[in-house]
């Protein structure tokens, strides 16, 4: 059962597996030029679900805050699902609202101006964060240090459902994930697998909600 590395560009190591018939089963993201069997969250579905409950609010300039990685499927569905509920809602996706970091070659004090730049460069009322990480130790941290209140100034949503969300003065609304389903799933297909060894490739979808 592989956890597959955030960008997977220089790495052959997957590709080598499926072509020895290695029984293996990916989680949490798929690679889209590697067909394999996996099992991952619905992530369209938290996309979706993170933007429509801003709409619901009445936000009309919802950004998308995200990481640089662009092999990363599971990044790729969330914003899928994102620009899925702002045309169902008849709002226009504007590429301009979404702001990507990397952690890896920029630092902390960098990727904070910057983020402080696009907030205030780009006025979005509302924030869809990546993930609960990126939320609390980056954008909550800024809107923080520039006097900007959440969710007074700006809303934001999340995606995990990290524990340290439930405990902020404000608690982040988020996107939660079934790890435990995922990984019940992943192990079943697993052995399926080895049971049988030509078989169909699955991917199976698994729920999320949010909270």
């Given at each position: 059962?592989?956890?597959?590395?955030?960008?997977?560009?220089?790495?052959?190591?997957?590709?080598?597996?499926?072509?020895?018939?290695?029984?293996?089963?990916?989680?949490?993201?798929?690679?889209?030029?590697?067909?394999?069997?996996?099992?991952?969250?619905?992530?369209?579905?938290?996309?979706?679900?993170?933007?429509?409950?801003?709409?619901?609010?009445?936000?009309?300039?919802?950004?998308?805050?995200?990481?640089?990685?662009?092999?990363?499927?599971?990044?790729?569905?969330?914003?899928?699902?994102?620009?899925?509920?702002?045309?169902?809602?008849?709002?226009?996706?504007?590429?301009?609202?979404?702001?990507?970091?990397?952690?890896?070659?920029?630092?902390?004090?960098?990727?904070?101006?910057?983020?402080?730049?696009?907030?205030?460069?780009?006025?979005?009322?509302?924030?869809?964060?990546?993930?609960?990480?990126?939320?609390?130790?980056?954008?909550?941290?800024?809107?923080?240090?520039?006097?900007?209140?959440?969710?007074?100034?700006?809303?934001?949503?999340?995606?995990?459902?990290?524990?340290?969300?439930?405990?902020?003065?404000?608690?982040?609304?988020?996107?939660?994930?079934?790890?435990?389903k995922i990984g019940f799933n992943a192990a079943k297909l697993l052995?399926?697998?080895?049971?049988?060894?030509?078989?169909?490739?699955?991917?199976?979808?698994?729920?999320?909600?949010?909270?």
């Open positions: 059962i592989i956890l597959p590395a955030e960008d997977q560009e220089d790495s052959t190591a997957i590709s080598d597996l499926k072509s020895e018939d290695f029984p293996f089963v990916l989680i949490d993201r798929r690679l889209d030029d590697c067909e394999t069997d996996c099992v991952m969250s619905d992530n369209i579905k938290g996309g979706y679900l993170a933007a429509e409950h801003l709409i619901k609010l009445g936000h009309k300039r919802i950004a998308f805050v995200k990481e640089e990685y662009s092999k990363t499927s599971s990044i790729h569905d969330r914003v899928l699902g994102y620009k899925k509920a702002l045309k169902d809602y008849g709002l226009e996706f504007n590429s301009e609202l979404v702001f990507s970091i990397n952690k890896d070659k920029q630092s902390k004090k960098t990727i904070f101006n910057k983020l402080y730049e696009f907030i205030k460069s780009k006025k979005p009322s509302a924030i869809i964060s990546i993930h609960d990480y990126l939320a609390i130790n980056y954008i909550m941290k800024v809107c923080q240090e520039k006097g900007i209140d959440i969710p007074n100034d700006l809303s934001l949503v999340g995606f995990d459902n990290l524990e340290a969300g439930k405990h902020l003065n404000t608690p982040l609304t988020t996107v939660t994930q079934y790890p435990d052995l399926d697998k080895i049971d049988n060894e030509a078989g169909l490739i699955h991917q199976i979808y698994c729920p999320v909600d949010l909270i």
